[in-house]
């Protein structure tokens, strides 16, 4: 099931520790190429949707857990154009990352995934501006459609 939910404004958290990012990936970006930052702490998962994306032509970067998200997005060499996030990692298991995403990256579009999807948690991701939140599991073909659509609403 895909939901989606406009922009909105940001909520700031504690910033995350600089540096450059270890685990995540750094694509070279070709000119006019769309960038995608895959957060999951599954690596299958991880992989799959990474893959799906690259079929769909954009270049990946990967992180398996927060601390490692964060540090790929204090990274200013690294240009993001949207975000795929797990919301429970094994660093943080709630909407506090996407909340420091906000304070790091206000007009990045997030798209949340999620298996433990409750009116709560959306009520409460729409309010921090999740472009849009799906279900797991869900069918890997809605991502390119659904990575496009917020990378021109992110430029």
């Not at 540096?19 to 006019?32: D, H, K, L, N, V």
Request: proline share 9%; charged share 20%; with cysteine.
């Amino acid at each position: 099931m895909l939901v989606q939910y406009p922009l909105a404004a940001s909520t700031a958290l504690p910033s995350p520790v600089p540096g450059p990012a270890r685990s995540a990936s750094r694509p070279a970006r070709e000119p006019g190429a769309r960038c995608v930052l895959v957060v999951d702490d599954e690596p299958l998962v991880r992989w799959a949707i990474a893959e799906t994306l690259r079929w769909h032509g954009y270049q990946i970067a990967e992180a398996g857990n927060a601390g490692q998200a964060l540090r790929a997005l204090a990274n200013p060499d690294l240009v993001l154009d949207v975000l795929v996030l797990d919301v429970r990692l094994p660093d943080c298991v709630d909407l506090r990352l996407l909340a420091t995403i906000r304070s790091l990256r206000p007009s990045l579009p997030v798209i949340l995934m999620t298996a433990f999807g409750t009116p709560e948690l959306r009520d409460e991701a729409w309010r921090l501006g999740a472009f849009a939140i799906l279900d797991k599991p869900f069918e890997l073909d809605v991502l390119g459609s659904l990575v496009g659509r917020a990378s021109s609403a992110g430029r």
